[in-house]
């Protein structure tokens, strides 16, 4: 598991537009809240990504972005968004690259087979691109307004650094 304190994990995956994302696009700019799900249309998984949506001008005041990632494709992800109205940007780790590197897979079991599944996991990363907060095995209830009060507080945080720094 990711541990507070190091440097965010760099990466690059496409969108539901297929336009690239990198975590390093916001280093300097964005908070980045960075949430792990099943898949899309799961329905935990669609309340947490209503609940982010729902709080969007929440992460805006904030500054910060926030970004879905399953293992669903592109197209899935823009049926996805589409269909429940979401605001967040949704990305795709086909290959499990970014999700091995965030230690967010498992092995499942189900009906003698095992495949591989997401742990639903939650990451903050600040404005200079360090880990703020890991958060595993997180329940999709409420989740999305606990996670904006610790980027809220990051957010003021960086404010007041500004502010002493100028003085």
């Known amino acids: ?73 592109p197209f899935c992800h823009e049926d996805f968004r589409d269909r429940h109205g979401l605001l967040v940007r949704l990305l795709s780790d086909t290959d499990t690259a970014v999700s091995r590197q965030y230690h967010t897979l498992r092995e499942m079991e189900r009906d003698g087979v095992v495949k591989l599944a997401l742990i639903r996991s939650t990451f903050v990363v600040d404005y200079a691109g360090t880990l703020r907060h890991a958060l595993y095995n997180v329940s999709p209830r409420g989740h999305a307004a606990d996670v904006l009060q610790l980027v809220q507080q990051l957010h003021a945080e960086a404010r007041e650094a500004d502010v002493a720094a100028s003085r």
């Not at 965010?8 to 280093?27: I, K, W």
């Not at 960075?34 to 729902?54: K, M, Q, V, W």
């Open 1 to 73: 598991m990711l541990e507070p304190g190091i440097v965010a994990p760099d990466f690059e995956l496409p969108d539901a537009a297929m336009d690239p994302v990198s975590l390093s696009d916001y280093r300097g700019q964005k908070i980045v809240v960075l949430y792990f799900y099943h898949r899309d249309n799961d329905p935990g998984c669609t309340r947490e990504a209503i609940e982010f949506s729902d709080l969007a001008d929440g992460y805006a005041k904030a500054d910060a972005v926030v970004l879905g990632v399953s293992l669903d494709d």
